[in-house]
């Protein structure tokens, strides 16, 4: 399974942006999706995750009412919408993939991770 994530980009605070996952390979019904973010000197957070049937989705409080994950399964991509953007979503955004057990915020559940895009938010 490899995964390609793209949209992001240098947006003014306030701003909105789209960022896009597109899997390739044997994804199946049970996967789950997430967005996880790692800003500079940071740990890796998490921001929002979706199960395989769309039907339960998970936020980070930080991103709550601003962010919204969904997923396109016919084209094996998940989006995360991102609105009211603020400096400190600045950040590498990664998309993940995977059916371990456990929490959708635990990193640890994700066995597929794309390479990251840019998010930069100025003020």
């Known amino acids: 399974v490899q995964l390609q994530a793209s949209g992001g980009g240098l947006v003014e605070a306030g701003g909105s942006l789209r960022l896009s996952c597109a899997a390739s390979?044997?994804?199946?019904?049970?996967?789950?999706r997430g967005w996880f973010r790692q800003a500079p000197g940071k740990k890796r957070e998490f921001v929002a995750a979706?199960?395989?049937?769309?039907?339960?989705?998970y936020y980070a409080d930080s991103v709550k009412g601003r962010f919204t994950i969904s997923a396109d399964n016919a084209k094996n991509t998940v989006y995360l919408e991102m609105t009211n953007l603020k400096p400190e979503d600045t950040a590498v955004y990664y998309c993940?993939?995977?059916?371990?057990?456990?929490?959708?915020?635990?990193?640890?559940?994700?066995?597929?991770w794309g390479q990251g895009t840019l998010v930069t938010v100025s003020s």
């Open positions: 993940a993939a995977g059916v371990g057990t456990g929490s959708y915020m635990d990193a640890r559940k994700y066995r597929y």
């Open positions: 390979g044997n994804i199946y019904s049970g996967f789950a």
């Open positions: 979706i199960s395989w049937s769309g039907g339960s989705t």
